[in-house]
């Protein structure tokens, strides 16, 4: 078993910065790769970045590239999203999501077994 807890949201005007993190407890040891979705009103599920654990190779959703970066911190136990030039097509709850076993699609929310309970970020224009 797996508990994620995200922290960082909050609001920010076009061009601003946030940093999110996600902190895990339990089970960690088996944890494969971590991910970062998120979630507009009214609109689907979105993948936005993954870090494998093993290899520590990240991945992006083309609408982030260059501007989010996802990082890992051993000491504190979380992984982190870090978002710069933020626009206000951003703003949406941030999931932080772990995946257990090897393998398998990141970039989809399916592929993921545990899941935070979100966190708000919102950029104004």
């Known amino acids: 078993q797996v508990q994620l807890v995200e922290s960082g949201g909050g609001s920010v005007q076009t061009g601003g910065s946030l940093r999110l993190s996600c902190e895990a407890s339990?089970?960690?040891?088996?944890?494969?790769?971590m991910g970062w979705f998120r979630q507009a009103p009214g609109k689907e599920r979105e993948f936005v970045a993954s870090?494998?654990?093993?290899?520590?190779?990240?991945q992006y959703a083309d609408s982030v590239k260059g501007r989010f970066t996802i990082s890992r911190d051993n000491a504190k136990n979380t992984v982190d999203l870090q978002m710069n030039s933020l626009k206000a097509e951003d703003t949406g709850v941030y999931y932080c999501?772990?995946?257990?076993?090897?393998?398998?699609?990141?970039?989809?929310?399916?592929?993921?077994?545990?899941w935070g309970q979100g966190t708000q970020v919102t950029v104004s224009s």
């Open positions: 999501a772990a995946k257990n076993r090897p393998g398998g699609y990141l970039a989809i929310f399916q592929a993921y077994d545990y």
């Open positions: 339990g089970r960690t040891y088996s944890t494969y790769a």
């Open positions: 870090i494998r654990l093993t290899d520590v190779t990240t």
